[in-house]
């Protein structure tokens, strides 16, 4: 684990996963949902996929192999690139058992800085491989809901920097249903309710805005932003106290798909010796 903070903001970030599992203001409270029992996790990277595939089953030049919900990134421990006052980066790279599962060559950086008060995840991607690269790159960080103790989970909304009055898209069975439904967006504000998520994730497959403020009106609050993400996913487990903002380059199979994955739709793909960074942050309020 590695820790590092400013007078503003403190960060621990572990090796398993490359994963951001604290994020404490100057005067300690925790916005990070702390890994309970309802979703063992706090904010694991999602890698090489997003969401899951038809029957967790990749097919790639007349092979199958067995790939399951978000990839292997999450449980796989990186190695430790830096480790600094301010921040650390963190690396995997492709092996015998990620070949098992996904037979691409990969270089994968996870960075993380801290600028006063606000926390940049980066993510470089290379194609280390002879062929092209598809793709998914995922953030799934969930925050506390409410964000301080005896705070009203009601009062919390979402802030959109845009309008976002397109249709949203839901999965079942963890696959992207075919038809899209009416935005619960007002404009550019989502009254945050826990029937939200009755039906699973609130997913925005092509977002106008490139942030959103969480919190409450003239209350505690932050900031997510997100740059080369295509997508955004909120969600939340019905009865936990968490509420996930995802962006995403990527998403799950949609449900009927059976195709090669490298024509899988919202891929990235990399030519060999190509790289991409994206990444994600989340800010104080000024």
Request: charge should be neutral; charged fraction near 25%; proline fraction near 8%.
């Amino acid at each position: 684990m590695h820790r590092f903070g400013n007078d503003r903001l403190r960060v621990a970030v572990r090796a398993e996963g490359a994963e951001l599992i604290s994020l404490r203001t100057g005067a300690g409270e925790e916005l990070l949902w702390q890994a309970g029992p309802e979703w063992p996790r706090h904010a694991p990277v999602l890698f090489p996929i997003v969401g899951r595939l038809a029957n967790d089953t990749l097919r790639h030049a007349g092979r199958t192999m067995r790939l399951t919900q978000h990839g292997f990134a999450r449980d796989r421990r990186f190695e430790w690139l830096a480790r600094e006052d301010d921040g650390c980066r963190l690396l995997l790279e492709d092996d015998a058992g990620s070949r098992a599962m996904f037979p691409f060559g990969f270089r994968l950086e996870v960075g993380y800085r801290l600028e006063g008060g606000r926390l940049a995840v980066e993510y470089g991607l290379r194609n280390t491989g002879t062929d092209v690269l598809p793709a998914s790159l995922g953030a799934h960080p969930a925050f506390r809901w409410p964000l301080r103790d005896g705070l009203d989970p009601l009062a919390h909304r979402l802030v959109f920097a845009e309008p976002e009055p397109a249709p949203v898209r839901r999965v079942a069975g963890g696959l992207l249903r075919p038809d899209a439904e009416a935005s619960p967006i007002q404009g550019r504000v989502l009254a945050l309710r826990p029937g939200l998520f009755a039906d699973d994730a609130l997913i925005l497959d092509r977002p106008a805005s490139r942030s959103v403020t969480y919190g409450v009106e003239g209350g505690p609050a932050l900031e997510v932003a997100w740059h080369g993400m295509t997508q955004l996913g909120i969600w939340s487990k019905p009865g936990a106290a968490f509420l996930c903002i995802e962006p995403w380059h990527g998403l799950a199979d949609p449900a009927g798909y059976d195709g090669d994955f490298v024509d899988k739709p919202f891929l990235m793909r990399l030519r060999p010796g190509e790289s991409a960074r994206l990444g994600w942050s989340v800010a104080l309020p000024a």
